[in-house]
């Protein structure tokens, strides 16, 4: 199955700043899937990206907080704007691959101070 | 939006013991899979089953997409086995895929 990569693993961040997640999927995939897991919770889908087109935010997320680029079809960024500490989650990459699996990145964990 | 439900939410074993989890999903649904979160917050696929039966190892799990649930079996329970299980599912007709709350085990000793 394919290998989805992401980066920072981890980080900790102040109020008020911006951070950028990075996934790359070792093979080309037409959507890629952002999720967000706060403490303690399930997985929440943000948006689904495509390469060439203006991601889908799913709702109570929007582009000016977490804009999304899709230069390829193997690499996506997802930036998490102007942080409060009600940001402080695990941010995922996910792709289908192969037979229709949804497979995830490791994840970025990310603290808000 | 279609509902996915899990239960029981916690489960607490005594290794060696048996479980089954249950999912429920409220629409028809074009895929359907079980994911085990480690400790470590790990996503592992367990299994991509939107029908049907399958098995791996101590694992099995059993999709009725006709009565829309899901059935996970874990059998001779290891303090391994603990973390977060979840189902997820894929609504007919579309691509998003649907997270439901999970089940939180816990093995013991």
């Known amino acids: 199955s394919a290998v989805i990569s992401q980066k920072p693993s981890r980080d900790i961040c102040q109020r008020g700043t911006s951070l950028t997640i990075q996934c790359q999927v070792d093979?080309?995939?037409?959507?890629m899937f952002w999720y967000r897991q706060q403490p303690g919770q399930s997985l929440t889908l943000i948006a689904t990206?495509?390469?060439?087109?203006?991601?889908?935010?799913e709702s109570g997320f929007v582009i000016d907080k977490f804009p999304i680029s899709r230069p390829n079809l193997t690499f996506s960024t997802l930036t998490v704007s102007n942080m409060s500490p009600e940001d402080s989650s695990i941010y995922l990459c996910?792709?289908?691959?192969?037979?229709?699996?949804?497979?995830f990145g490791a994840g970025s964990r990310l603290t808000v101070l | 939006g279609i509902q996915v439900e899990q239960s029981p939410p916690d489960l607490i074993l005594q290794e060696g013991a048996n479980s089954t989890l249950r999912c429920n999903f409220s629409?028809?649904?074009?895929?359907l899979q079980w994911f085990h979160q480690n400790p470590w917050g790990q996503l592992i696929n367990l299994f991509y089953i939107p029908s049907g039966t399958k098995q791996n190892g101590r694992l099995s799990a059993t999709t009725v997409a006709t009565e829309r649930y899901s059935l996970l079996y874990i059998s001779s329970s290891q303090t391994t086995d603990s973390g977060v299980y979840f189902c997820?599912?894929?609504?007919?007709?579309?691509?998003?895929?649907?997270f439901g709350a999970g089940t939180r085990l816990f093995v013991k000793a």
């Open positions: 093979s080309q995939v037409t959507m």
């Open positions: 629409d028809s649904v074009n895929n």
């Open positions: 990206a495509n390469q060439g087109s203006e991601a889908t935010y």
């Open positions: 996910s792709a289908r691959t192969g037979a229709n699996v949804l497979t």
């Open positions: 997820a599912v894929g609504v007919s007709g579309g691509f998003k895929t649907i």
